[in-house]
């Protein structure tokens, strides 16, 4: 099987155009050499060049696999706002090799924090630095979103056997026996050996795979900023999480880039008009500080900051509407054939977890292990994404509906909201500590 892929995936690069925008290491493979690449035996198509399909590519090229990548934008980036990164994540990226450059660049929170936003009581604390170290192997860091995918665009830009496109959207697919197919909407037609959709929460891919429909308008809005903590006065500076709920909202606050900035995110229900696929809705924010307005002062003390400072480079609010889809119910919507969904595009889900990305990472590594057994194996591609698809549905089902969950009790009022704090103050650590996410681990790490 695999020579007859060989074969297959060394004649078909000459159905290409050679004008596609390449970025790598491996400049020696263009799309005018038209020829295999030897010792390497199968080629992975990603749509996506986002924190998934960038983790994807590094994955299945450490897999033996020769890889090419498809990113609709111009030029890879990221937007400007913070992510966290729990042990389970950060394990993985240890494991690829990258823990020097994200030492370099994350910040390490030494505690999470939760806080009552209306009276500012403290609720519980789940102590993080060391204890997580110790208890998962890695620590629990937080990053700015650019960094991330800065540190993963530079690894697999050092990696030989990968091709980046920029401009290059994915329009469509066709699935054979043979081979997977790729049409760009310039058309340019790529055959490789598998399709990895990453093409995050409005997947094309997706959208021919499962034929679904879009996904689910949460009623939900995300405000973001990133200050600089020396423009902020001493008592708003911080270098631990800290997690604000209240009645309809939610605000979280946390140290990126070595702990000298620091990202806020206010979470408030809400519609919002304009295009839901933009991520960068500049909001002057009149109605995230209306709905603070019952809020503890030093939470709107921070909020106040953002308007003051104007956030990153002057930029104060960007404004996002969340969308998700109800938790996967099946492999079958991971993987069919020789086409597999990874990140956002296969299980998008609400923030409250704050593990969207490491789920995508997650998958990038379990499929970096099917993959590569590739290697060994007379084992058909299908098949291989198969055992992908069952490894992976169901953590992320399981994901997707604790962060659906958290969503309501963080948001919680009247007597859920009475309950949830009493549990906090009560058993705050065993209640915050989540050893079913943190202590998992996708296979070889
Ligand atoms: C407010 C908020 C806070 C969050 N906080 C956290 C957190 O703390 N921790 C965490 O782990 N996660 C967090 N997340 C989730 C995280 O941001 C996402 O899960 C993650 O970015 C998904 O990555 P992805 O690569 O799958 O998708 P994306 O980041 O959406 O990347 C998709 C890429 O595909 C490209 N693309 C799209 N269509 C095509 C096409 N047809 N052809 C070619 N390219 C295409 C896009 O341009 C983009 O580059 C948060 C999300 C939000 C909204």
Not at 137 to 161: K, M, N, S
Not at 284 to 309: K, S
């Amino acid at each position: 099987m695999a020579a007859s892929f060989l074969l297959c995936c060394g004649s078909c690069w000459l159905h290409e155009r050679a004008d596609y925008v390449f970025v790598g290491s491996s400049s020696a493979f263009t799309a005018k050499d038209g020829g295999g690449l030897s010792g390497v035996i199968q080629q992975a198509l990603i749509a996506g060049g986002g924190i998934g399909g960038l983790a994807a590519a590094l994955a299945a090229s450490r897999a033996g696999w020769d890889v090419r990548l498809f990113e609709q934008a111009p030029a890879f980036g990221e937007v400007g706002a913070g992510i966290q990164l729990g042990p389970n994540v950060v394990r993985v990226l240890h494991g690829w090799g990258l823990q020097d450059d994200l030492a370099r660049i994350a910040a390490f929170p030494h505690r999470l924090q939760v806080r009552d936003a209306v009276t500012g009581d403290e609720l519980g604390v789940l102590p993080l630095g060391q204890r997580a170290l110790q208890k998962y192997g890695a620590p629990y860091a937080t990053i700015h979103r650019a960094d991330l995918h800065g540190l993963l665009l530079q690894a697999v830009q050092a990696r030989d056997h990968v091709r980046l496109n920029l401009n290059s959207a994915v329009a469509s697919f066709a699935d054979s026996e043979q081979a997977v197919t790729l049409q760009t909407s310039d058309g340019l037609e790529v055959q490789g050996d598998a399709l990895i959709g990453a093409d995050g929460l409005w997947s094309r891919v997706r959208e021919q795979l499962l034929a679904d429909g879009p996904p689910r308008v949460t009623g939900h809005l995300a405000y973001r900023a990133l200050l600089p903590q020396a423009s902020l006065p001493e008592r708003l500076r911080s270098q631990q999480v800290t997690a604000w709920l209240g009645p309809n909202l939610h605000v979280v606050q946390y140290p990126v880039r070595g702990g000298e900035w620091l990202n806020v995110v206010a979470i408030v229900h809400g519609q919002l008009d304009g295009d839901l696929q933009s991520w960068d809705h500049v909001s002057n924010a009149t109605d995230l500080q209306a709905a603070l307005l019952h809020t503890a002062w030093p939470l709107r003390e921070l909020v106040q900051a953002v308007a003051d400072c104007g956030g990153e480079a002057g930029a104060g609010w960007g404004l996002w509407a969340l969308c998700d889809r109800p938790p996967m119910r099946g492999a079958q919507q991971q993987a069919q054939g020789r086409v597999a969904l990874l990140g956002d595009a296969a299980h998008p889900m609400r923030p409250y977890l704050a593990q969207g990305a490491g789920m995508a990472i997650e998958d990038a590594a379990e499929l970096g292990s099917a993959l590569a057994q590739a290697q060994d194996q007379a084992v058909e591609v299908p098949a291989l994404l198969q055992r992908y698809a069952q490894r992976r549905w169901q953590r992320n089902a399981q994901v997707q509906a604790r962060s659906l969950r958290n969503g309501q009790i963080f948001h919680a009022s009247g007597p859920l909201r009475w309950a949830r704090d009493a549990s906090l103050r009560l058993l705050g650590e065993k209640l915050l500590d989540l050893p079913w996410l943190y202590g998992k681990t996708p296979t070889g790490f």
